[in-house]
C-alpha cells in the first residue's frame, strides 16, 4: 500500500535521518527523511506544503522549505 497523505503528527514521529548538507535535494531523499513514498512527497509538492525547483531539468526540493515546514509543525505543537 502506498502512503499518500499523512498526518502532521505523522511527519513529527517519523523523521529519522539527517538531511543532506545542500540546498536542492532530491525526491528520493526526501522520501527516506520522512520515511514516505516518493508519490507523498510529489504530492506535498503538488499541495504547496513543500517547494521545489529544477537543476539541470531534475526537479529538486528546497531545503529552506522541510526545515520551515518542520519548525511550522513543531510550533503547532507547543499550542496551548
Do not use: C, Q, Y
Not at 532530491?26 to 506544503?49: P, Q
Request: glycine fraction near 4%.
Amino acid at each position: 500500500m502506498v502512503k499518500t497523505l499523512v498526518s502532521e503528527d505523522e511527519i513529527r514521529d517519523s523523521v529519522n535521518t539527517e538531511l543532506p548538507n545542500r540546498k536542492l535535494l532530491r525526491v528520493d531523499e526526501v522520501a527516506r527523511f520522512f520515511d514516505v513514498s516518493e508519490r507523498t512527497v510529489r504530492l506535498w509538492l503538488d499541495h504547496g506544503l513543500l517547494k521545489s525547483g529544477k537543476m539541470h531539468g531534475s526537479l529538486r526540493v528546497l531545503k529552506s522549505s522541510i526545515e520551515e515546514w518542520l519548525e511550522k509543525i513543531s510550533k503547532k505543537e507547543n499550542l496551548p
